[in-house]
């Protein structure tokens, strides 16, 4: 058996509200995603109606759940969730990705891109910080 990634584009995503507190074993955050950028050659432009993000960093290891409502370049409409790991102290220096593990849910009517339903997405994210920014390298998993 043997795996392979196709391209699915770089995709941006512009935080722009959290909200902080200390947990019982790390911190946790809550974030609006205020701006997605995201075009590859399926979707055409994506644009994100609305986004939230469930933080946990720690010490150790980050867990991040993002789901978000969006919209392919046609008009249609699709729902994005993923959930992202890594070591975060790294990775808010610049020096180590997160990876991003997640999957469309797309109307089985929508006959171009209802085969996004049976597939998994995954991703290498980096954060940049002028502005606030996380960018994965996306790709469709394919088996």
């Known amino acids: 058996m043997s795996m392979a990634l196709r391209p ?3 995709m941006r995503i512009f935080p722009d509200f959290s909200v902080r507190h200390d947990g019982p074993i ?6 609006r995603l205020g701006r997605l950028e995201w ?4 979707l055409g432009d994506v644009s994100m109606h609305v986004g939230m993000g469930s933080y946990l960093q720690g ?15 046609d008009g249609t409409p699709f729902y994005f969730q993923y959930i992202s790991v890594g070591e975060m102290e ?7 990705p997160v990876m991003l593990s997640g999957q469309i849910e797309i109307d089985p009517r929508h006959e171009d891109f209802s085969w996004l339903n049976r597939v998994q997405l995954v ?11 996380q960018s994965y390298e996306m790709a469709i998993l394919e088996g």
Do not use: D
């Open 123 to 133: 991703g290498r994210g980096m954060l940049s910080e002028m502005p606030l920014c």
């Open 26 to 31: 790390a911190m946790r955050l809550a974030a």
């Open 90 to 96: 790294a990775h808010l220096r610049g020096e180590a």
């Open 39 to 42: 075009r590859n050659e399926l």
């Open 8 to 10: 699915f584009g770089i």
């Open 59 to 73: 010490a150790h290891a980050a867990h991040v759940t993002v789901r978000m409502s969006l919209q392919a370049g």
